[in-house]
């Protein structure tokens, strides 16, 4: 099984890396839209906690590539932690409460994931966000994510949470027609993107990722998006 983390730098294990000094970089916060920001480099701070619960998640709930509706096999591999799961097959998208891979809940969403999330809304000016699904995604050099609205959700009045780790991604910001234009935004390990409001259900999507190398992820950008999924209880 491909291991996201235990990628190798010479013999040495890069989870053993993890604390290991890194440049910081500069933040800076971006309003892209009337209801969204880019938050460069909020997530760092974290970040050594975060791909320790990231590595214990993908244990229980292993990456896949799951099919489209039509048929497909989506380039990009997936899996999920939290009450709630994304999936898609010939049946659908929709989320679950249960993997289909492995027949039990999804992997509990660690407490630094809740925590990122949470931070990370309340500076959109989103307070009182509670996520119950984190999508985690893992692109290789070639893979993308088609232009799409993140409608499954029972209630948009919540804002979507994305973090990206690992090697770099141009991120296509659109409009609510699949047509619209698109801004292209560059984005970077430890970058957090937020959107919702009346941007909630604009379209999005991922160029096809270059080839590139992050000391600590290797060849893979991961990303890790939370959402309000289900009912309120």
């Known amino acids: 099984m ?3 983390i235990m990628q190798r730098k010479g013999d040495i294990p890069a989870t053993l890396d993890l604390f290991a000094d890194q440049t910081p970089q500069p933040r800076r916060d971006e309003q892209i839209g009337p209801g969204s920001w880019l938050f460069s480099g909020f997530a760092l701070p974290a970040m050594p906690p975060l791909l320790l619960a990231l590595e ?4 229980h709930s292993p990456f896949r590539h799951m099919l489209t509706p039509g048929g497909l096999s989506m380039s990009a591999a997936l899996s999920s932690c939290g009450p709630l799961g994304w999936i898609t097959d010939r049946h659908g998208y929709r989320y679950s409460n249960v993997d289909p891979q492995t027949g039990q809940p999804w992997p509990a969403m660690p407490d630094v994931f809740m925590q990122l999330a949470q931070e990370a ?8 966000f509670v996520p119950d699904a984190c999508l985690i995604n893992r692109y290789i050099p070639g893979a993308k994510m088609s232009l799409h609205q993140d409608k499954n959700e029972h209630d948009h009045r919540w804002p979507v949470v ?7 991604a141009v991120f296509q910001f659109g409009g609510m027609q699949r047509s619209d234009k698109t801004r292209r935004i560059s984005l970077f390990h430890g970058d957090v993107v937020v959107w919702g409001g009346e ?3 604009r379209f999005h999507g991922i160029l096809p990722i270059k080839q590139a190398e992050h000391p600590l992820l290797g060849e893979q950008r991961i990303n890790l998006t939370f959402r309000k999924a289900g009912r309120d209880s």
């Open 2 to 4: 491909f291991d996201p």
């Open 56 to 59: 214990q998640t993908l244990g």
């Open 121 to 128: 809304a309340l500076a959109a000016g989103y307070r009182g």
């Open 162 to 168: 994305s973090v990206s780790l690992g090697i770099p």
């Open 199 to 201: 941007d909630r259900l």
